[in-house]
């Protein structure tokens, strides 16, 4: 979608690179993960959620920010 990469752009430039990360979807898959106290990369790893939490991980790997 072009309007959300020119805000993506726009808010990278404002607020910096580090700041700005991919965010989470809505998914019920992680709701039923938490209730049965596992992580969703085990509960559900093909889920939106798992992929999801996977980019928000690899996007901390690439820009270096301590977990």
């Given amino acids: 979608?072009?309007?959300?990469?020119t805000f993506a752009l726009v808010a990278e430039?404002?607020?910096?690179?580090?700041?700005l990360?991919?965010?989470i979807r809505m998914d019920i898959r992680l709701a039923e993960a938490f209730a049965a106290g596992k992580p969703i990369r085990h509960y559900a790893?093909?889920?939106?959620g798992a992929g999801d939490f996977a980019?928000?991980?690899?996007v901390f790997a690439e820009k270096q920010i301590p977990v």
Avoid: A, I, N, Y
């Fill in 1 to 5: 979608d072009p309007v959300l990469e």
């Fill in 13 to 19: 430039r404002q607020f910096g690179p580090l700041r």
């Fill in 21 to 23: 990360l991919p965010g």
């Fill in 45 to 48: 790893p093909k889920s939106r």
């Fill in 55 to 58: 980019d928000l991980l690899r």
